[in-house]
DNA sequence: ACCCAGCCCTGGGCGC
DNA sequence: TGCGCCCAGGGCTGGG
């Protein structure tokens, strides 16, 4: 499941291979996936002919700079990006297919069909959702301590519910808010108002160098996810406790257990986080 | 204003 | 072998 630091892998590696490109034509075949007012057709028509510039990210949402638009992109649980000649057979999970002037393909692949791509015009990404409702990321200036308060002291959610809120912080997903509230020694069912501003400082220590560090190795390979380049991430193999129920927790040696906060599994030492 | 359940999807794992 | 069921989950929508 792709949060900021897939995204970050997808978005390196497609710069290596994307930028430059030129669109000749998109094929849709799962007209859900576009997210765009004046249809799908129309979508494809603005594409067409327009070179990819660059790509940045903001969140979990990658952002394909063209001529003037700007491809908006969320991959949600199992979407992924790749490059293939137009020669290889594509499979059944390709849902959307840009043919590129030189041969080659961009594919996005998706299993669950949940991933979204907007279109908007250059400049005005910024000011319409969905990235409008992306906030902070942990590393960012704006994430400051007075800012988190403000957020956290002042809400009755679970303290979990609001790491995983990207309006409140970007870019942490089930995976990196499980490492991040371990590492902080937070039980992920504290509320909001109880928490104390030295906890909140741990928290954001503990994100920002939890997502660093998992960009470092290229992000998480769980269950299907590999990146663009079909490589895979290797920072499960450092993963505290998302995945470890039942294993030794690796500060105090007692049992990882998994419940459930908000619907989402959850996993957590319950001697180390409080 | 806030919060949560339900929904979108499919494949994998399970019990029978 | 195959069926039915449940689970995984990010973000949006609708209802309380």
Redesign the pocket.
């Known amino acids: ?3 900021l630091p897939e995204v970050e892998t997808a978005r390196r590696t497609l710069e290596q291979l994307v930028v430059g490109k030129t669109i000749e034509d998109v094929t849709v075949r ?1 007209h ?1 996936i576009i ?1 765009f007012d004046e249809g799908v057709e129309s979508f494809i028509n603005r594409l067409k002919g327009q070179t990819f510039r660059s790509i940045g990210r903001k ?3 990658l952002l394909f700079y063209l001529d003037g638009d700007v491809l908006v992109s ?1 991959l ?3 979407g992924k990006f790749s490059v293939k000649p137009e020669t290889e057979p594509s499979d ?2 390709t849902h959307v297919i840009f043919q590129l002037t030189n041969g080659e393909q961009l594919r996005y692949n998706d ?4 991933g ?1 791509m907007h279109l908007f015009t250059e400049g005005q990404e910024n000011d319409t ?2 990235l409008t ?2 906030g902070p990321e942990p590393f960012d200036e704006a994430f400051t301590l007075d800012y988190f308060k403000d957020k956290v002291q ?5 303290i979990k ?2 790491l ?4 409140v912080v ?1 870019g ?4 990196y ?2 490492e991040t509230l371990f590492k902080a020694g937070v039980h992920p069912e504290r509320r ?1 108002s109880s928490m104390e501003d030295m906890e909140l400082v741990r928290i954001q220590q503990a994100a920002a160098e939890t997502l660093l560090e998992a960009v470092e190795k290229g992000g998480s390979t ?3 996810y590999v990146n663009s380049q079909g490589k895979i991430g290797t920072f499960q193999q450092q993963l505290l406790v ?2 470890q129920n039942g294993t030794p927790c690796p500060n105090c040696g007692r049992e990882i257990s ?1 419940i ?1 906060v ?5 996993h957590i030492c319950t001697s180390c986080q409080k």
């Open positions: 499941m792709p949060e799962w859900k997210k969140g979990k949402f969320h949600r649980m199992e059944k999970h299993v669950r069909k949940f979204t959702p969905p409702l992306v002042r809400s009755s959610r679970m519910n609001i995983l809120d990207q309006t970007a942490l997903g089930n995976i808010v499980d909001g769980i269950r299907s998302y995945g998994k459930k908000g619907g989402r599994g959850t």
